[in-house]
């Protein structure tokens, strides 16, 4: 009898690897937030993704001299880092509002934007229109953002009101980036395509520093907020994209992202303790409908991956 060929071994260095990138990601917000008690926005966002580029810059140059790379990506990389610029501008901007856990939870509201944008422009993601398990998993994600930003204490407060109108767009502007690197890197290596898209948004991210923010602040920093420049730089942008990347190459897209959406609860963890926030039981119990509708439709998504495999198969 042959063995069945659509079970996949656990495999513990991927799954280790995805973890270290949620553990990598969930120290991000929390970077950002202790930083914005020392820079702008717009400076914090220049000195991190620096980092970030400066770290990569090496390996980039040796892909470059070994005749590794793609010269395609730098065409190809413009309008993703021209998406990825407007959302991490947004991204450092809200944290000056709101806190690392609530809008890390809102972030995940980008499964609703990213599901859209695919049935709009991959027709091989059109059959999930079919699927009562993605509509469902869809209908318990909107649900959830509306417990969670229903039962907000503070929701009537001018500030948390723009938080919120920014973390939504910042949400849609993480989306849009996602499927903009999906198409512009469809016949190339990612790998590269990162690089390259970090290049380009340091150099953006520079210009909007020298023009909105106010750079000389980095200047007066102590020793240990320039700390957090360089590990959340590091940790958080640079290493953490590339392990997640790594992970999906050994084990596929669904599972690392499924790890992923217990991302609010890791940084709630630390911000607890960091910043004493804290979300009601409501809010709590959306947040788990939240992430569980996302769940539900990334698990949609897989099993029309594997159907679609196996009708090419037959």
């Known amino acids: 009898m042959d063995k069945p060929t659509n079970l996949q071994k656990f495999d513990l260095s991927a799954t280790l690897v995805c973890i270290s990138a949620l553990c990598f990601w969930s120290l991000g917000p929390n970077f950002i937030k202790y930083l914005t008690g020392h ?3 717009w400076t914090q966002n220049m000195l991190r993704y620096s980092t970030a580029c400066l770290f990569w810059m ?28 407007v959302f991490q501008s947004l991204w450092a901007a809200v944290f000056y509002y709101l806190k690392p856990a609530f809008l890390t939870l809102m972030m995940k509201t980008s499964v609703i934007w990213i599901a859209g ?3 709009v422009f991959f027709a091989e993601e059109r059959p999930l229109l079919r699927s009562r398990r993605f509509w469902l998993g869809l209908a318990l994600s909107g649900v959830g953002v509306v417990g969670v930003l229903c039962w907000k204490a503070d929701i009537t407060e001018s500030r948390t009101a723009i938080g919120i109108i920014l973390g939504l767009l910042t949400a849609l502007m993480w989306a849009v980036y996602v499927i903009s690197v999906r198409v512009a890197f469809r016949d190339v290596d990612s790998r590269s ?3 390259v898209i970090s290049i380009y948004t340091a150099v953006g991210l520079c210009a909007l520093a020298f023009l909105f923010g106010r750079p000389g602040q980095c200047l007066e920093m102590s020793a240990w907020p320039w700390a957090c420049v360089v590990i959340s730089g590091v940790l958080s942008i640079a290493v953490a994209h590339t392990l997640y990347y790594a992970a999906m190459r050994r084990i596929g897209a ?14 709630l963890a630390i911000s607890h303790v960091l910043f ?10 959306f947040g788990v409908v939240l992430l569980a509708g996302s769940a539900l439709a990334i698990w949609a998504q897989k099993h029309l991956r594997r159907d679609s495999l196996l009708l090419k198969r037959k």
């Open 193 to 195: 395509g990162f690089s």
């Open 254 to 267: 669904t599972i690392p992202a499924l790890v992923l959406l217990a991302q609010p609860f890791t940084v």
């Open 39 to 41: 820079l702008d926005s």
């Open 58 to 85: 090496p390996f980039l140059l040796f892909s470059i001299k070994r005749k590794r790379f793609d010269a395609r990506i730098w065409r190809k990389a413009i309008l993703p880092a021209c998406v990825n610029l």
């Open 276 to 285: 004493e926030e804290s979300l009601n039981g409501f809010q709590l119990l």
């Open 117 to 119: 944008f695919s049935l």
